[in-house]
């Protein structure tokens, strides 16, 4: 009897529904203004909880080191990575995928921008850099510091350290922008988009600071999500996503006009670099 009674209750527990998370964090790494930022990523929550039927809360962050740390401790599900911090993510957390980015992230660009007092003439050719003062974006920044600091190396053939007379960073593609145009630095790279939006929003003075060189084009932000999505939310849950990110329009993200499917080793090229230029072992 006691036996019997034991296999009753454990037939009912196994009966008994499993009970899934009722609300998925996402966040994105700081490359733009805060206000832009919240904004434009609240829009993303407030469509994604309507098409997922779980609740989704945006986690602003002040860096892309913070959004990392987020998703490697599981405070956050869902992160808009660039390229560089997507792979450190995702290495951190294995199992975990990049499924969504933007059309134009395939084929993302940095721009190479000059205070006027530099007088460097803008140039299809790399620039001879030699002895001016520069600025990178944040130390994590894809378009803002990996990928310039690559293009740097191999067109002068040396580290940024030794072609500039002073190296700084910045926490976002707005700060290059102010810094470079109001004379702090002669020199800097930053994020086409931000750039040419910045431009549209009437932030640059063209009498001050202009595009100086467009790099080659790499892959760059991306979607990526935690690997046990489906163990948190139920069954196939990673594919609904994948999904709603997909379907998302503009008029949601108020940032892409569309989304395409991406896979992790899209991102090799990133990973690559980092690992040539000692950003990762």
Same mark, same amino acid.
């Given at each position: %009897?006691?036996?019997?009674?034991? +296999?009753?209750?454990?037939?009912?527990? !196994? %009966?008994?529904?499993?009970?899934?998370?009722?609300? !998925?964090?996402?966040?994105?790494?700081?490359?733009?203004?805060?206000? /832009?930022?919240?904004?434009?990523?609240?829009?993303?929550?407030?469509?994604?909880?309507?098409?997922?039927?779980?609740?989704? /809360?945006?986690?602003?962050?002040?860096?892309?080191?913070?959004?990392?740390? &987020?998703?490697?401790?599981?405070?956050?599900?869902?992160?808009?990575?660039?390229?560089?911090?997507?792979?450190?993510?995702?290495?951190?957390? @294995? #199992?975990?995928?990049?499924?969504?980015?933007?059309?134009?992230?395939? +084929?993302?660009?940095?721009?190479?921008?000059?205070?006027?007092?530099?007088?460097?003439? @803008?140039?299809?050719? +790399?620039?001879?850099?030699?002895?001016?003062?520069?600025? $990178?974006?944040?130390?994590?920044?894809?378009?803002?510091?990996? %990928?310039?600091?690559?293009?740097?190396?191999?067109?002068?053939?040396?580290?940024?350290?030794?072609?500039?007379?002073? *190296?700084? +960073?910045?926490?976002?593609? !707005?700060?290059?922008?102010?810094?470079?145009?109001?004379?702090?630095?002669?020199?800097?790279?930053?994020?086409?988009?931000?750039?040419?939006?910045?431009?549209?929003?009437?932030?640059?003075?063209?009498?001050?600071?202009?595009?100086?060189?467009?790099?080659?084009? $790499?892959?760059?932000?991306?979607?990526?999500?935690?690997?046990?999505?489906?163990?948190?939310? #139920?069954?196939?849950?990673?594919?609904?996503?994948?999904?709603? !990110?997909?379907?998302?329009?503009?008029?949601?993200?108020?940032?892409? &006009?569309?989304? *395409?499917?991406?896979?992790?080793?899209?991102?090799?090229?990133?990973?690559? *670099?980092?690992?040539?230029?000692?950003?990762?072992?």
């Amino acid at each position: %009897m006691v036996f019997l009674k034991k +296999f009753n209750i454990l037939l009912l527990f !196994l %009966m008994i529904p499993k009970v899934f998370a009722a609300e !998925l964090f996402m966040t994105a790494i700081p490359n733009d203004d805060k206000n /832009i930022l919240e904004y434009r990523f609240n829009q993303v929550a407030d469509y994604l909880t309507g098409v997922l039927a779980v609740e989704v /809360i945006y986690t602003p962050v002040n860096s892309y080191v913070e959004a990392v740390d &987020l998703f490697k401790e599981d405070q956050v599900q869902l992160a808009w990575f660039g390229g560089l911090s997507g792979v450190q993510a995702r290495r951190a957390v @294995p #199992g975990s995928e990049a499924i969504a980015q933007g059309l134009d992230d395939q +084929f993302f660009r940095s721009y190479f921008i000059a205070n006027a007092s530099a007088d460097i003439l @803008p140039s299809k050719s +790399f620039p001879n850099l030699n002895g001016f003062t520069f600025t $990178f974006g944040s130390p994590d920044s894809t378009s803002g510091r990996l %990928m310039p600091q690559f293009f740097i190396e191999r067109n002068l053939g040396k580290a940024p350290h030794d072609v500039f007379r002073r *190296v700084g +960073f910045t926490k976002n593609h !707005l700060e290059t922008i102010e810094k470079v145009q109001s004379g702090l630095y002669q020199v800097g790279a930053v994020d086409y988009k931000v750039w040419e939006r910045a431009v549209s929003n009437g932030i640059v003075d063209f009498e001050k600071v202009s595009v100086i060189w467009e790099s080659p084009s $790499f892959p760059d932000t991306q979607w990526t999500v935690r690997a046990d999505v489906d163990q948190q939310f #139920g069954l196939g849950f990673k594919q609904k996503l994948q999904q709603a !990110l997909l379907n998302m329009r503009s008029s949601e993200s108020e940032s892409r &006009l569309l989304y *395409v499917p991406v896979e992790d080793h899209d991102y090799q090229p990133i990973e690559d *670099v980092a690992r040539a230029i000692g950003l990762i072992d």
